[in-house]
């Protein structure tokens, strides 16, 4: 059953009662986002957001939101369904849980809840779908059909030196779990060399036990440092260098430290796992107690137990990390061996996303891999491989496909690439007008295709576009059996019957208006970047958006970039203010502009596409860093 939650209770009273969308909004993003596990609530929030305990005391209309808010809090919202929840019965479900159809797409759900169900005496297994699988199977497919090497992914050489060379320096874009700013530094300061390594990355980056990285990438780097509370614990630990990793490490010195029978130790795992805060604080009291029973003073119990309090709510468990770490190796080890298949294969898996392909492109580029814009006689459906001989060396592209461009139906691309298939390629715009006979070619699917790069082969841009009505105009006179109509077409200078197509004098398409376009129809730059321009300034400023992300919350910043997206709001007080969308080559990042800030420079925000340069402190809110302007200058 889905409840209402701190923030989603404030939206539906401030909805209910009537008032502006942006006063619910406005309460309920001042109420920080709860951990996995231990949700938020309205009370902690207050304690905890000092501007919510202010706009509570002193604002008669959040008071009031926040009094109903906080009586609902908890109650049952909306029945839904378990994401990936599948409970299996030896016998028929009904003989165990009342049963109903999925109100959204008819489904037979269970009318017991997820706890409950477990409580009746079914087996509950969540199934989740990983896209990295289908990433690497695509991958595997491309090696073959271009190289004929079969790749068993399942039994590739885990000790291979490209793929922990890769990993050492720190090119972890598109591999599973190993993503983001902070793993990433991580993993260049460890230098993984074996698996172990990835899985107990994998086990420790996340809140609590990332507090234990830095010590096991010290105690790698210099075995001296290793050391253990207690001889026992030697056993249990010399894998992770003495640094607890993993929820069975927990299990273990339970059991051999604390005297747990096994099927205490997997109550305690299920205390942690199921992150049940009574059930902890339960069994500290019982684990102490054993410790020091077991032998341990009372000072070396408590320093132990505070190793193992932060696997409360996030620890791992061994075999979990295990399979997580050895699909995080096996992408690591296609990226390292073979980057044009294994890149080609997550433009494919992300094709709906833009900001993730624009990602992507970045990193193929950064790897020496160039991207090429679609090209009615290159591209085939997604993205593909195209093999480039230049002074006898043969070097690999990504070639966008037909179906990435917007206002191109799939029907249309379709039908270029069988007729090109069919027939060979297509030699003049003349040609291609011939010889699509398509419904769907009209206007907004032909200037797709030219405003993208898919027709440069066959003219250029500006003076295509200028004669979009005479080019679809002469397609349907082929369709119709009208092409020698004079007034649409001159006849050749040798009076061959072949018409040709008259155009209209043009301007050509500048590198600016050609780079919009391809931000509008692919979602990103192809043919180059507005940014190429003011390379050197970028140099000069020496930060990155995807380094700036990695500093700390207060710290002060400078980023340079193209505006992207803006967004202006009103204040309590009326006063604009805005959030801002600034890209640069590595990767985007948020700018909060106040008042009096955006007042003063708001000529640089009155369009998106605007190159600027910025200055101001880095904010951090729910895991996402933001920067809070203090000037701009243009680029």
Not at 6 to 25: E, K, L, S
Not at 330 to 337: D, E, I, L, P, V
Not at 519 to 528: R, T
Request: include cysteine; aromatic fraction near 8%; proline fraction near 4%.
């Amino acid at each position: 059953f889905g409840t209402m939650m701190a923030r989603g209770a404030v939206r539906d009273v401030a909805r209910a009662r009537g008032h502006p969308y942006i006063v619910g909004d406005k309460i309920s993003r001042l109420i920080p986002e709860g951990s996995q596990g231990f949700p938020m609530t309205i009370d902690t929030a207050i304690q905890m957001t000092s501007e919510l305990a202010e706009l509570y005391k002193s604002d008669k209309t959040t008071k009031e939101i926040i009094d109903l808010a906080r009586r609902l809090e908890g109650c049952v919202r909306h029945i839904s369904v378990h994401a990936a929840g599948v409970v299996i019965a030896p016998t028929p479900l009904y003989e165990f849980t009342p049963t109903q159809l999925d109100p959204k797409g008819g489904k037979i759900i269970t009318q017991y809840d997820m706890h409950a169900v477990e409580d009746a005496g079914l087996l509950k297994f969540d199934f989740l779908g990983i896209r990295n699988l289908s990433i690497l199977s695509d991958a595997v497919r491309l090696v073959k059909e271009r190289h004929n090497i079969d790749i068993d992914i399942d039994r590739i050489a885990m000790d291979d030196k490209k793929t922990f060379k890769l990993l050492a320096r720190g090119e972890t874009m598109g591999l599973f779990q190993l993503n983001g700013a902070g793993m990433t530094r991580y993993l260049k300061e460890l230098r993984p060399t074996t698996i172990h390594d990835i899985n107990a990355m994998v086990a420790l980056y996340r809140p609590g036990p990332m507090e234990s990285i830095p010590k096991y990438v010290e105690r790698k780097h210099n075995a001296k440092l290793i050391s253990y509370l207690d001889p026992r614990l030697k056993d249990i630990l010399s894998m992770s260098y003495g640094v607890i990793t993993y929820q069975d490490d927990v299990m273990m010195i339970a059991i051999h430290l604390a005297g747990y029978s096994w099927l205490d130790a997997d109550k305690l795992r299920k205390a942690m796992g199921k992150k049940i805060p009574k059930e902890m604080q339960d069994q500290k009291k019982k684990l102490l107690e054993g410790f020091v029973k077991g032998g341990l003073t009372q000072k070396k119990a408590d320093e132990l137990w505070a190793l193992i309090e932060p696997f409360a709510a996030y620890g791992f468990n061994k075999s979990h990390a295990a399979s997580y770490g050895r699909l995080a190796y096996q992408t690591a080890y296609m990226k390292a061996n073979f980057p044009t298949e294994y890149m080609t294969a997550i433009l494919s898996a992300e094709s709906g996303d833009t900001e993730k392909i624009s990602e992507i492109i970045t990193e193929s580029k950064r790897m020496g891999i160039p991207i090429l814009p679609p090209d009615v006689n290159a591209s085939f459906g997604g993205f593909t491989i195209v093999d480039i001989k230049k002074d006898d060396v043969t070097h690999q592209e990504i070639r966008f496909g037909l179906y990435t461009i917007k206002n191109l139906g799939t029907d249309i691309a379709q039908s270029v690439i069988n007729e090109r298939e069919a027939h060979g390629p297509f030699v003049s715009l003349v040609d291609f007008l011939e010889r699509i006979r398509h419904k769907n070619l009209n206007k907004k699917s032909f200037e797709a295709l030219v405003k993208t790069g898919a027709m440069d082969a066959l003219g250029e841009r500006g003076a295509m576009l200028t004669n979009t009505e005479e080019a679809l105009a002469y397609n349907r006179a082929q369709e119709e059996g009208l092409s020698g109509q004079a007034s649409l077409f001159g006849v050749m200078s040798d009076q061959s019957s072949v018409p040709t197509l008259r155009l209209k004098p043009s301007t050509p398409a500048s590198k600016r208006e050609m780079l919009v376009w391809e931000k509008e129809l692919l979602g990103l730059f192809v043919s180059g970047h507005p940014l190429d321009e003011h390379r050197e300034k970028l140099e000069t400023i020496g930060t990155t958006i995807e380094s700036i992300k990695t500093l700390k919350e207060g710290n002060s910043a400078v980023a340079g970039g193209i505006v992207e997206d803006i967004r202006t709001i009103l204040t309590k007080k009326g006063d604009k203010m805005a959030f801002v969308k600034l890209t640069d080559m590595s990767g985007t990042l948020e700018l909060v502009l106040f008042p009096e800030v955006f007042f003063t420079h708001k000529e640089f925000f009155e369009t998106p596409d605007r190159c600027v340069k910025v200055k101001g402190k880095i904010s951090e809110r729910n895991g996402e860093k933001s920067l809070i302007v203090e000037r701009v200058k243009e680029l």
